[in-house]
């Protein structure tokens, strides 16, 4: 059984058959493993699986994503998370266990329409995924700039170790603080380099399969801004 | 809209239809994936004269709460014609035909698509119709199976659709819509083609049960004939520069 | 989903410093509007038809016509009807169903900046006085929604009128009988384009994409007919204008609103 990497894969289409176990984004039909969305396939010690190039966010234990308050109850605040479920999160991991409803106000610490930074606690789909932002760079983003992007396109923006992303904040004098799912946070002292990081931050995810995109984004960087 | 004028001569005695085809041609097919900004996946088919555009949104929350499905995901589809899209101008409220299509176009989709991952959410495929020329449920069937495969949307394999028919005694492949009103029968198939499952079938029409055989057959692999077009339209947004090997 | 439309607290801070430069999110000026390509004949079985797209918001407008008995009071007059929906693809939030309070005032507005500016001679349009005449409907269809819908319509449906050809008629016993193969011009004497201007702070800005127009204080469209006279004006938003505001945005629509009649005569080149 040999390992293969990076075959270009339809929803329907048989990937391999034979003894392999059907793994994400895999089904199986009779002795066929198909693959259930447009990606590359890669299989890998007899576990066939498909790496999605589009689809939203789905929550996983442990990434770190940006998100959005948009209500709350008395108890928790819910956060669009860019996904499919918006992300709870609990008073409890803000105010301590000694939390009361009575005497301790939600708004004073998070409104509706402030930026976290928070980790996926539980991200069991028979509820609302759980967040904390107790932990070191979570909690609220109290300035920079919201960018979405399709989560698909983020590994395509960090860049191997990080290079990508990098080299857009040393040309731009930007920070970006990037989500797992998609949404990113870019703080800049000026306003040109918000916007040229902006561009920059597009173009990858227009061209996030495009061969000399590195270069591109080199070329875009260094010319004058207007 | 009947009354049609019958001059037009169906199939002529080299069986050559009126729009110039052969009894087993379809009509001329293009697919763009990933046409519209806000859609999570959209796709825009040009079938022969029909033109349709599928937008997709999902999964997401679903409103109101009750009609949500705490064990899988929902799909919901509606198939609407544009007022301009027909001969004569069409008041934009569904019409009992429009929702009668969407229920039949969603039964085609529901076996292809895995929302078992998203419970408490739907999916929904929006079809609208911007010009009509006969075929149009099978054309937006089309184009709604390479919107949800653009959307991410699991799926078992893609759903191609393609009519078969009859006209002049004769049966013919991919019905357009002078034919429709002037013709015998007209068989609407909706098909899995790597699964080999037909997920949507209607007829209007007449068909001895020779016929009725005929009919599948040329349809099935009229519906084969589209599947290419869609993998094409895929394969061109996702896979257009290089090969998949450099991830 | 409402929730992804809820605006964060930090955008609008932002658009607003980015204001006091000068600038926008997107880089334009404030008096810029996006990007605008018109295409004509897009549905070529319609009597017209045009898609206009501005910026990423984009519009798909057809042109149908056909004989009408005439509304009692204007048996002399052809009859128009211009309206407009967002289809349910354009955006989340976008809902089937009867048409909200937003989506009315689209349409009421569009339909009255081609009918106020007199685009049409309707005299010109009858068959037989009081028992038959011309109907014209304009329908939009938004396709895509990163705001200022108005405009975009606005450029739609005057396009399309401006590109159209209308069939020709024939009173046979009475009754109208479209004659096969022959068609004739519209009678437009004006090109009616209106420009949709928001208020952030004390900025003015044209053209307010989706983020501008969930942020603002107060929006007002302005239609302008080829004259350069103001046929049409539509208030909106939560706050108000001053009377200097008033009167600039006036003098803007103007100005842009020459610009665009040439895109939009550019595009409808070749079909009068």
Not at chain 1, 48 to 59: A, Q
Request: proline share 5%; aromatic share 4%.
């Amino acid at each position: 059984m040999s390992n293969e990497r990076g075959r270009h894969v339809i929803p329907g289409e048989v990937i391999t058959s034979g003894n392999y176990r059907s793994e994400q984004n895999t089904f199986m039909e009779g002795n066929k493993i198909i693959s259930t969305v447009i990606g590359l396939s890669d299989i890998r010690d007899d576990g066939v699986r498909v790496i999605p190039l589009t689809g939203g966010y789905i929550p996983k234990d442990d990434d770190m994503v940006i998100g959005k308050v948009v209500s709350h109850s008395a108890m928790s605040w819910l956060v669009n998370i860019n996904s499919c479920y918006d992300g709870m999160l609990p008073a409890s991991d803000v105010f301590g266990r000694d939390f009361s409803s009575h005497s301790d106000d939600l708004t004073s610490k998070l409104d509706t329409g402030d930026l976290i930074a928070a980790r996926i606690v539980n991200s069991d789909r028979t509820r609302d995924p759980l967040l904390t932002i107790s932990g070191r760079e979570l909690g609220k983003i109290d300035s920079g700039e919201l960018i979405r992007i399709s989560p698909s396109k983020v590994p395509r923006l960090i860049g191997k170790r990080g290079s990508m992303i990098q080299m857009i904040e040393n040309a731009t004098n930007t920070n970006v603080t990037i989500g797992q799912n998609g949404l990113l946070v870019i703080t800049a002292d000026h306003s040109n380099g918000l916007i040229k990081a902006i561009n920059a931050i597009e173009l990858i995810e227009e061209q996030a399969h495009v061969a000399n995109l590195t270069d591109k984004i080199n070329e875009m960087l260094e010319s004058k801004s207007e | 809209m009947g009354g049609r004028d019958t001059n037009i001569v169906l199939l002529d005695e080299n069986g050559i239809r009126s729009d110039g085809r052969k009894v087993n041609e379809t009509r001329k097919v293009t697919i763009k994936a990933g046409v519209l900004k806000n859609a999570n996946g959209s796709a825009y088919i040009e079938f022969g004269d029909n033109k349709i555009l599928v937008g997709v949104y999902g999964p997401r929350d679903v409103h109101p709460k009750h009609m949500s499905d705490t064990s899988t995901g929902i799909l919901r589809c509606r198939y609407h014609m544009a007022p301009f899209s027909v001969g004569e101008r069409k008041n934009p409220a569904p019409s009992r035909r429009e929702i009668e299509i969407s229920k039949v176009i969603k039964e085609a989709l529901q076996p292809a698509v895995i929302l078992k991952g998203f419970p408490r959410t739907a999916v929904d495929v929006y079809m609208e119709v911007l010009q009509a020329d006969g075929g149009t449920r099978c054309a937006a069937l089309t184009g709604a199976s390479v919107a949800l495969a653009d959307a991410g949307i699991p799926m078992r394999d893609l759903v191609a659709g393609c009519a078969a028919g009859k006209a002049a005694d004769t049966v013919i492949l991919d019905v357009n819509n002078e034919e429709d009103q002037a013709g015998q029968a007209d068989l609407p198939i909706g098909y899995m083609p790597n699964l080999e499952k037909i997920t949507l079938l209607q007829l209007d029409g007449v068909l001895t049960p020779e016929e009725y055989k005929e009919c599948l057959e040329i349809g099935i692999d009229g519906c084969k004939q589209v599947y290419e077009i869609q993998k094409k339209a895929l394969q061109e947004k996702y896979f257009s520069t290089g090969d998949g090997k450099n991830g | 989903m409402a929730s992804s439309v809820i605006i964060d607290s930090l955008k609008k801070a932002h658009i607003l410093e980015l204001l006091a430069d000068g600038k926008r999110l997107d880089g334009r000026s404030l008096e810029q509007t996006r990007e605008l390509s018109i295409d004509v004949g897009v549905i070529p079985k319609a009597e017209g038809s045009a898609r206009a797209r501005l910026g990423d918001t984009e519009v798909v407008a057809g042109v149908k016509v056909q004989p009408e008995r005439p509304f009692p009071d204007t048996g002399d007059q052809g009859m128009l009807i211009c309206t407009a929906e967002i289809l349910p693809i354009a955006h989340p939030t976008a809902e089937t169903g009867p048409p909200t309070p937003d989506v009315v005032e689209l349409a009421r507005v569009t339909d009255r900046g081609i009918r106020e500016s007199k685009m049409l001679d309707m005299k010109q349009l009858v068959l037989e006085k009081d028992k038959s005449v011309i109907g014209i409907f304009c329908d939009n269809a938004v396709t895509d929604h990163d705001g200022n819908l108005f405009d975009v319509c606005s450029y739609a449906t005057t396009a399309a009128l401006n590109s159209c050809k209308l069939p020709k008629y024939e009173m046979q016993d009475d009754k109208p009988v479209k004659i096969e193969g022959e068609t004739t011009d519209p009678p437009i004497s004006t090109l009616p384009v209106s420009v949709t201007m928001a208020r952030i702070g004390d900025y003015i800005l044209v053209d307010p994409n989706m983020d501008e127009w969930s942020c603002l204080d107060a929006r007002i469209t302005i239609t302008t007919n080829s004259d350069g006279n103001v046929v049409a004006l539509q208030k909106g938003g939560p706050e108000g204008f001053t009377h200097d505001q008033l009167i600039k945005c006036a003098e803007i629509s103007i100005q842009v609103g020459s610009k665009i009649r040439e895109i939009i005569k550019e595009a409808t080149k070749g079909s009068n």
